[in-house]
């Protein structure tokens, strides 16, 4: 592997190795040290023109756990407003000795043409509504380990609610749980759903899922209740009239909460608005036996994000086993 | 000490202990290699909803000596004026693997309500107008070594003047010279003293303080004269009329440099506003025997703060012994 | 050396040694773990008050080869604004234990001053419109390795084209490259030429240069073509009209190169405006015989401010040699 743009370059082999890497990480980051020299020769930069500093000091975090070098370059710090082209900051940060480029750009398939421009490796943290690879890699790494079932997710039945059609997240999950084998079901109103299910009589190719206008219907019956985070700034639009209506009809409530199945559990990319798609307290999911693996999210993120780092170098497992 | 929140927290014993744990640090910082290990395993996360860069870098740099990873999380770079909450942001970083928060916030208490959202430990570093206890220890730290005193200071004569009331600096340093057995008087307009103090015929239980409206009166019979930074944008109250007449009646001037004691220091918190609160040329204070010990007071928080830091993980003081 | 404020104050002899180390740096920066521990125990910390976000990781990565620790202070990090004073920030952060500022600032001579308000090294990263000296020596650099010239650039003719009034790149690269025996020549509007031309009937004194108004006239005559960067915010004044005027007076277009002579190079201090300085396709050049050094010129800034750190403490080469 030598970038990491979209999971959908990825098959389910590639993806087990990422998670099963994942594993060794996540001992990594038990140990009295949390540190390995893994990358102690590389350079990893973020170049970050959407602010999202959970995203960014998780993948930094990540790579300082494997002693890389780590300097970041953020849009408000850049000269990037005055009119320096994105392809020239690029190049110049390439020759600067950058090994690796973790960049987030609202233009979808800005990180696949940075592949072009500079020698050093590219991941994907995130590129308008496309993809987000890191983040279906850690759901599927925290969903299944939190199920003790390795790297087979068949049979496991997954809502993925909200607004399908802006994100990033929903395409990286789903693809990830997909190739896992987990069945999945999006659920949504019409106006959210991607633009190719419109007015379409039945799921569109490529979409390897089922769909729901109703999260009633769904809440008994699934394994995995994930919920997007609602966009405020999309609120204005015509389909959601208010926080509050989005909420009656796809937010997580104490109604549905009482519906879910035992052993289920609560995933989200956070971060999350209380009140709207969560709309219980959180602590009362343990009285329901429905787990919260939102905290298991953020922190899988470190260890899932070292694994992918590690990867780009194709660096023997060897290496991760001393300080 | 599982955190460091207020110095009201602390007695004699633990502040001697924090002073003496610093004495350990200034050696260290001044070793060829100024760098010791104590902390390689922990990671320090600056949070700072304050613009505070000295502060932030001086934690840093303590964080650093000791050889912890530092990861920086400022409101201007966050997303936390887009709705998340500080609550999940705190929760998400700690998930990531935060050891320590390092906090600055205008809410007083926030430091303290972090401690139950969270198993990181937490260090106050500013909230509000309640407390900013490393300052208050940097100052006992500054102001003892400087009389070569130990961690005793009884007898000696402190005046803290200016706006007290809005001021935790006052809080904290008074808190910690008064446990050392300083005598301490407050030296303000009536405005300018806490609400506690307003209509009182005497001063209120829990100060354990003298009170002056002149600092003529006081100039002469102090071996400390501690003033603190005059906000401008207080200024536009009633009780201070102009920057000048501030000066006038509570600044340092020639007039007043020449009645000081030979012997005596002057401190400030920093950053310090010339021609205001120190309308004299700081050169000058030699010639009447005055020390000026604002520039030990900066360097010796770094050495304070690696104290606190250190202190908080229960180390063994062998743990600072080597490279 | 103790700073390094202005190619001025040095000689041919000073500028060949810090090249000559900069090969040195240039062959660390090429082993498998890139980096030296000549500078553990210095703190660097970059002082930037204006915008130059790779000019600042350029010394901050030359910096981490070099195993110093780093702190970064910039203007909107920083409470500059707030009306603490600028010595004042010098001195805290000093005090603080910082080594050496690498400062930039609007102010022509305040890296001059800041040599009086502290013990640390200071580094001019740019200064008004007076001097960026590591520009200089960086081009040097470039240049002389690219021509396989070692330190001597005799008989090398150079055109610096463009805004020569307000630029410092061309006051500090002038000097480094006359300083080694390149002949120069300025070329621009007489309205671009530094104000000692201004109605000067011949050259002033100080100014080894030869002078002229049109590119045409030199670009079958010269080996390097170095383009400086228009400022579109000086567009507005009456001597350049438009973008377009610039580029068909001042700009490498088609035409001119079709005329350069083989073996000529190009060069550019960055970042480039595509269209007006630069209004060929670069890929284009080499079919010219031309070669296009401008990503050398980032790449060895990294060396050349390694040799910079480095030389400032005097160290022995032998520091170099191992991890």
Same mark, same amino acid.
């Given at each position: 592997?030598?970038? #990491?743009?979209? !999971?959908?370059? #990825?098959?389910?082999?590639?993806?087990?190795?990422?998670?099963?890497?994942?594993?060794?990480?996540?001992?990594?980051?038990?140990?009295?040290?949390?540190?390995?020299?893994?990358?102690?020769?590389?350079?990893?930069?973020? #170049?970050?023109?959407?602010?999202?500093?959970?995203?960014?000091?998780?993948?930094?975090?990540?790579?300082?756990?494997?002693?890389?070098?780590?300097?970041?370059?953020?849009?408000?710090?850049?000269?990037?407003?005055?009119?320096?082209?994105?392809?020239?900051?690029?190049?110049?940060?390439?020759?600067?000795?950058?090994?690796?480029?973790?960049?987030?750009?609202?233009?979808?398939?800005?990180?696949?043409?940075?592949?072009?421009?500079?020698?050093?490796?590219?991941?994907?943290?995130?590129?308008?509504?496309?993809?987000?690879?890191?983040?279906?890699?850690?759901?599927?790494?925290?969903?299944?380990?939190?199920?003790?079932?390795?790297?087979?997710?068949?049979?496991?039945?997954?809502?993925?609610?909200?607004?399908?059609?802006?994100?990033?997240?929903?395409?990286?999950?789903?693809?990830?749980?997909?190739?896992?084998?987990?069945?999945?079901?999006?659920?949504?109103?019409?106006?959210? !759903?991607?633009?190719?299910?419109?007015?379409?009589?039945?799921?569109?190719?490529?979409?390897?899922?089922?769909?729901?206008?109703?999260?009633?219907?769904?809440?008994?019956?699934?394994?995995? !209740?994930?919920?997007?985070?609602?966009?405020?700034?999309?609120?204005?639009?015509?389909?959601?009239?208010?926080?509050?209506?989005?909420?009656?009809?796809?937010?997580?409530?104490?109604?549905?909460?009482?519906?879910?199945?035992?052993?289920?559990?609560?995933?989200?990319?956070?971060?999350?608005?209380?009140?709207?798609?969560?709309?219980?307290?959180?602590?009362? !999911?343990?009285?329901?036996?429905?787990?919260?693996?939102?905290?298991?999210?953020?922190?899988?993120?470190?260890?899932?994000?070292?694994?992918?780092?590690?990867?780009?170098?194709?660096?023997?497992?060897?290496?991760?086993?001393?300080?």
């Amino acid at each position: 592997m030598r970038h #990491l743009i979209s !999971l959908d370059d #990825l098959d389910a082999h590639d993806i087990a190795g990422l998670l099963s890497t994942a594993d060794h990480m996540a001992e990594v980051l038990g140990r009295p040290q949390p540190k390995v020299p893994a990358l102690r020769t590389k350079t990893v930069c973020s #170049l970050f023109f959407e602010d999202s500093t959970r995203t960014r000091l998780s993948f930094e975090t990540a790579a300082k756990r494997l002693s890389a070098e780590t300097l970041t370059f953020t849009a408000s710090s850049s000269s990037v407003n005055k009119g320096e082209s994105l392809r020239d900051t690029v190049e110049t940060l390439a020759a600067m000795g950058v090994d690796v480029f973790v960049v987030r750009h609202k233009t979808a398939g800005l990180p696949l043409s940075m592949t072009n421009w500079c020698d050093a490796r590219v991941v994907n943290a995130g590129d308008g509504a496309h993809q987000h690879p890191t983040q279906g890699l850690l759901d599927a790494f925290t969903l299944s380990r939190a199920l003790g079932r390795g790297n087979d997710l068949s049979g496991v039945r997954v809502a993925i609610v909200g607004d399908i059609r802006h994100s990033r997240v929903a395409r990286s999950t789903l693809r990830a749980l997909h190739v896992l084998g987990a069945s999945i079901t999006l659920v949504a109103p019409a106006s959210l !759903l991607p633009a190719a299910f419109v007015g379409a009589d039945s799921v569109p190719d490529g979409w390897p899922v089922g769909v729901s206008h109703s999260l009633d219907e769904v809440i008994g019956e699934i394994d995995v !209740l994930y919920l997007l985070r609602m966009q405020r700034e999309r609120m204005d639009n015509a389909f959601i009239s208010s926080p509050g209506e989005y909420s009656a009809h796809f937010g997580l409530t104490d109604g549905r909460l009482s519906r879910m199945r035992k052993g289920s559990v609560l995933m989200h990319p956070g971060p999350m608005n209380h009140g709207i798609e969560v709309a219980v307290d959180l602590d009362s !999911l343990a009285d329901h036996g429905v787990a919260n693996l939102i905290t298991q999210q953020v922190t899988n993120g470190i260890a899932v994000r070292m694994s992918v780092l590690f990867t780009l170098f194709g660096a023997g497992s060897e290496a991760i086993d001393g300080q």
